[in-house]
């Protein structure tokens, strides 16, 4: 036990480092579409990011419930994304951190954050101030539907990715796998392999027979 956890420090670190750097640029997302934006760019962003959380927990929770057995016989067979599906598999726990908690926390501090936005725009459009009573009615409707949202397809994607974890993975692997031939993804990237160089040298009985 102790040794498991002493394995995960590091990992546990960079996410520490990874979530703080992301929050700080969503952050200043947040910012800015509280600072000015139109109720339909607000809106879209909501639903953007309530998206991205529920594929985010799909792939996570996919990642745990998967065979890494499936992967490898895929591999065998030469398809393609299926080494990287296999990576996916063995390191389930950190590919399940990443995904639940960091882009679905975060997903969900930026539509959290785009829904105020959207709160304020309403209440603009309707000539409402903060603190009226219409403002809370609208305040509590569009956080309840955010809610809603956010759970029920969290809820529907968990059944999924539970029986359909093999697929979920091996698509994840695929993208993986375009996207590490596009832009050379580090985690997938591949050594070179240098070259050898053969000196063949005759042996003497060669150099007896020549001579």
Avoid at 4 to 30: C, N
Avoid at 76 to 85: F, Y
Avoid at 120 to 127: C, E, L, P
Avoid at 154 to 164: F, P, R, S, V
């Amino acid at each position: 036990m102790l040794k498991l956890l002493h394995e995960s420090i590091p990992w546990s670190s960079k996410i520490s480092l990874l979530t703080f750097g992301l929050a700080i640029i969503f952050s200043l997302v947040s910012t800015l579409f509280r600072s000015g934006s139109s109720l339909l760019v607000s809106m879209f962003v909501v639903l953007l990011f309530i998206l991205i959380g529920i594929i985010g927990d799909t792939i996570g929770l996919a990642a745990a419930t998967s065979k890494e057995v499936h992967f490898h016989a895929m591999a065998s067979k030469k398809v393609t994304g299926a080494k990287e599906a296999a990576y996916i598999s063995k390191n389930a726990p950190v590919f399940c951190s990443f995904f639940n908690d960091v882009v679905g926390d975060i997903a969900g501090i930026v539509s959290g954050a785009a829904s105020t936005a959207v709160v304020f725009q309403a209440a603009k459009i309707i000539n409402t101030t903060e603190g009226s009573v219409l403002f809370i009615i609208i305040t509590v409707i569009l956080t309840s539907i955010i809610a809603a949202l956010t759970v029920g397809g969290k809820a529907i994607c968990k059944t999924i990715a539970i029986y359909q974890s093999t697929n979920i993975i091996i698509f994840t692997g695929k993208c993986i796998y375009f996207g590490n031939r596009l832009v050379q993804l580090f985690m997938f990237k591949q050594p070179r392999k240098k070259k050898a160089y053969h000196r063949f040298k005759k042996a003497p009985g060669d150099i007896a027979n020549n001579a």
